[in-house]
């Protein structure tokens, strides 16, 4: 459990990076729900942190590619991998990111 911000200081439509390895975006959607994602996209090397949110979705700045934050599937091209999503909570004020465990890849 990694502590990220308070509360208060993430506003709703608003994102923070969260310097771990690899770098985690944790967005506060306008209705205050709050979810964690890899910051990568998965096409190509920018920060998700930086994008657009719109509802539940985070528009990648580069090439405008599109990632549910529920469930890090991408939406629309340029990107065909997800990104791996992280648990959210807050405790007394603080929010936590959960890590996901990485899937080892090598067989």
């Known amino acids: 459990m990694i502590p990220v911000c308070r509360l208060e200081d993430l506003p709703e439509g608003e994102s923070v990076r ?9 967005f506060r959607t306008d209705d205050g729900a709050l979810y964690a994602i890899d910051d990568t996209c998965t096409h190509q090397d920018a920060s998700l942190s930086e994008g657009w949110l719109e509802g539940c979705l985070v528009e990648c700045p580069l090439h405008a590619a ?3 934050l529920r469930t890090g599937e991408p939406t629309c091209l340029p ?21 996901t465990a990485q899937e080892d890849t090598a067989a």
Not at 92 to 98: E, I, L, M, N, Y
Request: hydrophobic share 40%; charged share 20%.
């Open 79 to 99: 990107a065909r991998r997800p990104v791996r999503t992280h648990r959210v909570t807050v405790e007394d004020g603080v929010v936590h990111v959960h890590l």
């Open 18 to 26: 969260v310097a771990t390895s690899p770098p985690v975006a944790v």
């Open 66 to 68: 599109c990632f549910d």
